[in-house]
């Protein structure tokens, strides 16, 4: 059996502070950039042109926090559950630096005033689930991995929510909220103060903090509050002074507040979707951004002011003006409360596919890691109200070239009445997206458990089989376009099976689509899709079948199949008899469609286990123990878009198709190779710093030559004359920049025609090297400057 060796679990999807699929937490560089966690990375994205610029890799675990360096506002911190904080130069993507603190990190602060300090919140070494605020003194040390020693204890219990705790006026004293407990530490003073609030209220209001922010030019810190309410407190510093206003709009618990640089507004935000800025000491004005799609997690401002950040629940960034207009919006994996439907992959845009906003699917882009759209599969308006059935999309499928998708949505109102519709969408080449074809209304009596479509390429017709508990499973198929304009092609039953009367769990066709299997509770039961006969049953040892996948290529000849009696078993289609079985308890199995690979996701003590291997070979061809927490029952394999020239045996099976899944927590995870990390590394991290300053004009000319040009022979005194390359950018970028920025004339001009010569080499004579002098370019470059 291979163990995992050089193979990682990596996180995918977007941006995403406690890492379920987007960042709860962004912070702006400039107004240029944002800075956010995602998974293991930290991602640099445009605030004009939404793209990610850089995808900053090093920590080995999740990132936790970002924060700009005070004294360099070039420069951003990251701190990550690994235990490290890592020093990044965030516009050129270089990791300058790694302090290796030694504990688990979940949050991270810095003020101007406390410099070469840094705090964070680690758990206490006796027990996880409480944290303390501890102060870290970074080393002076010119090497890149340094190990910090010298840590000060600031406040014992707190938080680890990174918005309940914040650094008061010029870092003045330290704030931070848990419980019913406010606790402000005065550093010059070197005391804490401390103040309670009772649970309930007279009115029944929830007391408990949720968040904080401090004024950053006034003694002031405002705290969010589980009824919605948020609190004004001052005086503070005098532990029986302190007095609070109270200021009510939000109906649900503040999830984040925030000042603005300058602290004329306030803004808060929470599960209403609506961020709102109060205005600081005129609080009776508000204005309001409505309708932003998901609950507001976290909150952030440029510090010139101009732009605002909103993340959501919905692994979704909001950028917005100072004038309360949206600018932008970061889009990852969309998140919500379940996957019900199956992990697909589209077969014409190879996006990953799978349940997106309530009554949506989503079409993700795995390569560019960017959502490309939503379908509306309901067509309804979703009402956000606790108690309200309303449809969900629980099944979707699509047929082999992308050109159908069918979908099944369910409504339970009443325990006795299920609304079930099936829809078949066409793919529309103009539009390019899916148009519903053909709604069928109560295609089953009960719940529908299982659908796909038959993927033989010689079938003239396109079939689906849709499987359900009302102890049927039906045929649908393609029947061609009339002859009149109006009406296209439409879908019909073209057959009902049953057996026994028992009732169906699953179902799928073989490679070839000449073979359908349907299991009947412990029956396995096999059809031809020609004429829907009955060829054979197979037998299992005792348990009802949970998953059926037939085996790939020139492993076609098998079938396999799970049971509620941990039981994995392997039938040989050609002898129909049991090929083997093994004790196994498998919540996920599926087969690997441009590979004879099978994968088995087992659960086992609390975690899940993920065996690869081939249905003909009983040694496994990889394991990996422990991939995740929880049980796994989402996955698909996505094909490459190159293939991975991978030698090693722990990664071969990830020559053709990458292997993603979805946990129990929401995570979107996925294999990468020790080669693919190292050539991602290798493409965003540049070794010399020298080297990685911004092309601007003057780099160029400044710049030194690059060594291979002076090795370089030429064995000709003969040489044709090259042209010279028009439209060169750096060209253009110097003629064009204002001539009041530019040095003298006399100093540009002897560099920018050295920067003109072009070596010309022969091959019949070594060491010598000829250079031709332009005059011509040499007199339109000082016509331009002059």
């Excluded at 649970?199 to 705290?223: M, Q, R, V």
């Excluded at 759209?373 to 969900?392: C, T």
Aim: hydrophobic share 35%; aromatic share 10%.
């Amino acid at each position: 059996m291979v163990e995992h060796g050089d193979i990682r679990v990596v996180h995918r999807g977007g941006i995403a502070r406690y890492c379920r699929f987007l960042c709860e937490r962004g912070i702006f560089c400039c107004c240029r950039f944002l800075l956010c966690g995602s998974g293991y990375e930290v991602k640099v994205f445009s605030t004009s042109t939404e793209e990610c610029i850089h995808d900053l890799r090093a920590h080995t675990d999740l990132v936790t926090g970002v924060l700009l360096r005070p004294s360099n506002h070039l420069q951003a911190y990251s701190c990550s559950t690994d235990g490290t904080v890592r020093l990044w130069d965030y516009t050129d993507g270089i990791l300058i630096k790694t302090y290796v603190i030694g504990y688990p990190i979940y949050s991270i602060y810095t003020s101007a005033n406390h410099s070469g300090v840094l705090f964070v919140v680690t758990p206490t070494s006796d027990k996880r689930s409480e944290f303390q605020l501890v102060a870290v003194h970074l080393p002076q040390s010119g090497d890149q991995l340094v190990e910090a020693r010298e840590f000060s204890a600031v406040l014992s219990d707190v938080s680890s929510n990174p918005a309940a705790t914040s650094f008061g006026r010029g870092g003045e004293y330290i704030a931070s909220a848990k419980g019913l407990q406010l606790e402000v530490y005065f550093f010059k003073k070197q005391k804490p103060y401390r103040f309670f609030l009772k649970e309930d209220n007279k009115k029944g209001g929830k007391n408990t903090f949720t968040c904080l922010a401090c004024h950053p030019k006034d003694d002031c810190i405002a705290t969010g509050h589980e009824d919605g309410k948020i609190r004004l407190w001052r005086n503070f510093n005098h532990k029986k002074e302190y007095t609070y206003t109270t200021l009510h709009w939000h109906h649900s618990a503040v999830s984040s507040l925030c000042f603005t640089p300058e602290g004329t507004n306030l803004l808060s935000g929470g599960i209403e979707s609506v961020l709102v800025q109060w205005r600081y000491n005129q609080e009776s004005q508000r204005d309001f951004l409505p309708r932003l799609g998901a609950a507001i997690t976290h909150i952030a401002v440029s510090p010139d002011g101009a732009l605002f950040c909103t993340s959501h629940s919905d692994n979704k960034i909001t950028i917005i003006r100072s004038s309360i207009q949206v600018s932008a919006v970061i889009q990852g994996l969309v998140k919500g409360d379940s996957v019900r439907t199956d992990l697909m992959v589209d077969p014409r845009s190879k996006a990953l596919v799978l349940n997106g906003k309530p009554g949506h699917l989503q079409f993700y882009s795995l390569q560019r890691d960017k959502l490309l759209y939503n379908l509306d599969i309901v067509q309804q308006e979703y009402i956000h109200q606790s108690g309200l059935e309303q449809f969900e999309v629980v099944k979707a499928a699509f047929d082999a070239y992308g050109n159908w998708l069918a979908t099944v949505e369910e409504r339970k109102q009443k325990p006795t009445e299920l609304e079930l519709n099936l829809k078949l969408w066409a793919f529309d080449e103009q539009t390019q997206s899916f148009m519903l074809n053909t709604t069928i209304s109560a295609p089953h009596e009960a719940r529908i458990t299982a659908m796909c479509f038959c993927h033989s390429t010689d079938s003239q017709t396109t079939v689906l089989v849709s499987v359900s508990k009302d102890g049927h499973f039906k045929a649908w198929q393609l029947a061609p376009a009339t002859h009149t304009e109006d009406e296209g092609p439409s879908w019909s039953c073209d057959f009902v099976g049953a057996y026994h009367s028992l009732v169906p769990e699953c179902c799928c066709f073989s490679a070839d689509g000449s073979l359908l299997a349907v299991s009947f509770q412990e029956v396995v039961t096999v059809w031809s899709p020609a004429s829907w006969e009955l060829l054979t049953t197979l037998s299992q040892p005792p348990g009802a079948i949970r998953n059926l996948c037939f085996g790939q290529l020139t492993c076609s000849k098998y079938l396999l199949g799970t049971t509620d009696k941990n039981l994995l078993c392997c039938w040989n289609l050609l002898t129909c008899s049991l090929e083997w079985s093994t004790s196994m308890d498998v919540s996920l199995l599926l087969s690997d469609p441009f590979s004879e690979n099978m994968a088995a996701f087992c659960c086992q003590a609390g975690c899940t286990d993920l065996f690869v291997f081939k249905p003909s070979e009983p040694r496994p061809l990889f394991s990996h123990k422990a991939v995740c927490l929880g049980k796994v029952t989402r996955a698909v394999f996505a094909p490459r878009e190159k293939m991975l020239e991978s030698c090693e045996e722990t990664s071969q099976w990830l020559n053709h198709s990458q292997l993603y899944f979805v946990t129990q927590y929401m995570d979107l995870l996925t294999f990468t190779t020790k080669a693919e990390e190292d050539r991602l590394m290798a493409s965003s991290k540049q070794l010399v710093i020298s080297d990685s300053v911004a092309m601007t004009p003057f780099s160029v000319l400044l710049g030194k030559r690059s060594q291979q040009e002076g090795q370089e022979a030429a064995s000709s005194l003969l040489a044709e004359r090259t042209q010279l390359p028009q439209g060169s950018a750096a060209v253009r970028e110097l003629l064009q920049t204002p001539a009041h920025v530019l040095p003298s004339t006399s100093f540009l001009c002897s560099m920018f025609v050295e920067s003109l010569l072009i070596s010309v080499t022969d091959n019949r004579k070594k060491g010598r090297t000829i250079y031709n002098y332009f005059i011509v370019a040499q007199q339109h470059f000082m016509s331009k400057i002059e």
